[in-house]
């Protein structure tokens, strides 16, 4: 009777798994190195290398950059995205704002809060008044359009100089402040078409001021609205406040 063949039962070589997955590794942090090389910012470049970091070495600080160790932090690309945006979106407001004339009178700031963007009450009020003027009506719907890509909180504040009011209408620089506020975050909504449930609304009425309220120039200055696109992603300064 003749032998019968043995089969052996063929086992997959599963040793390809393991150059493979640090393939897919070696791609993720080139791509984060190419994406900071792009941008032109050293501080864009030292972020990716922290995120190249945690990457390849669990928390320990393998590159350099202008001579020093970078270490990893808690900068993560939310951030950097999110201030790449935020940088493009301030570049755009500063252009049309421009264009439209206001640019003495409407400044744009990125700080560790988030995009500032702030008007002297000159393009938006008359003295005394919180009705906003007609005239600044289109380039306040193109700030909201501009704005709406972001999914951001938005803080809308009011500030006056220190002269007192008192007239038919506000009977104090607190209720002109706040009244003022109110009425660009509903221009906004009603007419940029940004969602309700984002905004807040302060009133700080002369007692955050910038400029010296001794000189008309300064009060003039001080009498403004600021409106605020609040970071989700906070600066590690911004963090420890």
Same mark, same amino acid.
């Given at each position: ?48 290398? =922290? !995120?190249?970091?945690? %990457?390849?070495?669990?928390? +320990?600080?393998?590159? #350099?950059?202008?001579? *020093? ?12 995205? =999110? !201030?790449?945006?935020? %940088?493009?979106?301030?570049? +755009?407001?500063?252009? #049309?704002?421009?264009? *439209? ?141």
């Amino acid at each position: 009777m003749g032998k019968k063949k043995q089969h052996h039962e063929e086992h997959v070589d599963e040793a390809w798994l393991l150059p493979y997955a640090d393939m897919l590794t070696l791609l993720l942090a080139l791509f984060i190195v190419m994406f900071a090389m792009s941008q032109v910012d050293k501080e864009k470049l030292q972020k990716a290398a =922290e !995120q190249f970091n945690i %990457v390849f070495a669990g928390g +320990t600080g393998v590159l #350099e950059n202008s001579g *020093s160790t970078i270490t990893p932090g808690n900068t993560t690309m939310s951030q950097i995205v =999110e !201030q790449d945006k935020m %940088v493009s979106v301030k570049s +755009t407001l500063e252009e #049309e704002i421009k264009k *439209s004339g206001h640019a003495d009178k409407v400044k744009v700031e990125l700080n560790g809060e988030g995009l500032l963007i702030s008007m002297q009450d000159t393009v938006l009020f008359n003295s005394g008044d919180a009705e906003i003027l007609t005239g600044f009506h289109p380039a306040l719907t193109q700030i909201s359009t501009l704005i709406k890509g972001f999914n951001n909180d938005i803080r809308i504040a009011g500030h006056t100089d220190n002269l007192p009011i008192s007239n038919s209408k506000f009977h104090s620089n607190w209720d002109l402040s706040y009244t003022r506020s109110l009425n660009v975050m509903k221009f906004m909504v009603s007419k940029g078409g940004l969602p309700a449930n984002k905004f807040s609304v302060q009133a700080f009425a002369e007692y955050k001021p910038k400029f010296d309220n001794s000189t008309p120039d300064g009060r003039a200055k001080n009498r403004r609205v600021e409106i605020l696109i609040v970071r989700n992603h906070p600066t590690d300064k911004e963090k420890d406040k």
